[in-house]
Each structure stands twice: as C-alpha cells, then as structure tokens.
C-alpha cells in the first residue's frame, strides 16, 4: 500500500510559478513510476507529467512541455512538479499518482495510487 499526500498548490497570476510536492509513504517508493494528473471544472482528469522509477526519464504533455518539470527525490519518497510561466488554462486540481509499471504507460485507468489533490488556480 502507498499513500500519497500533495501539497504546494495555491492562487497565483499568469506568470508565475509554483512547485507541488508529493510525498509517498511506504519503503517502495523507488519501484513505483511516479506522475501528476490534473483535473478541471468539467474535465476529464488528464496526464501532465510522468517520471520513471530511478529519475533518469521524464515524459510530458505537449500543453506543459518547456514549462514544467517533475523530478523525484527517492531518498525522501518524494516527486515534484516545477511548474513555470504558469496560464490560466493550467487551473485545476493536481493529483499525483503512482504506478507500478514503465512511466510512459502511466494513464487514468492503470495507475495504482493516487493522491487526494491539491488545487491550482492562475488568474489572468
């Protein structure tokens, strides 16, 4: 079992930055690909970013490559998300999630765990 704790988001202006954290419970946590989501008003919940299990790759969504980053500390069971030059069509309640197999496979549907969220809200 792995729980999954997000925090960092907030209310900021277009332009901005902020960065989430995801902390994991468990001894793990390294051999978990991990991801965020992000689901808004009406939306379904879409992919964001993904990492894999040792750090070294990374796989993002067109609508973030070139403005946010995830990376992932597994001495301390946690993955972030750098998120720069922040729009308003980026609100939206984050999630993190963890996945058991390759990262590039990470989607809704397969993931393992999940976080309860955190909201991001860019005003223009």
């Known amino acids: 079992q792995v729980q999954l704790v997000e925090s960092g988001g907030g209310l900021v202006q277009a332009g901005a930055s902020l960065r989430l954290s995801c902390a994991a419970s468990?001894?793990?946590?390294?051999?978990?690909?991990m991801g965020w989501f992000r689901q808004a008003p009406g939306k379904e919940r879409e992919f964001v970013a993904a990492?894999?299990?040792?750090?070294?790759?990374?796989y993002y969504a067109d609508s973030v490559k070139g403005r946010f980053t995830i990376s992932r500390d597994n001495a301390k069971n946690t993955v972030y998300l750098q998120m720069n030059s922040l729009k308003p069509e980026d609100t939206a309640v984050y999630y993190c999630?963890?996945?058991?197999?390759?990262?590039?496979?990470?989607?809704?549907?397969?993931?393992?765990?999940w976080g309860q969220g955190t909201q991001v809200t860019v005003s223009s």
């Open positions: 999630a963890a996945y058991s197999g390759a990262h590039q496979l990470m989607s809704v549907k397969r993931n393992d765990y």
């Open positions: 468990g001894r793990t946590f390294s051999s978990y690909a």
């Open positions: 990492i894999s299990q040792s750090g070294s790759y990374a």
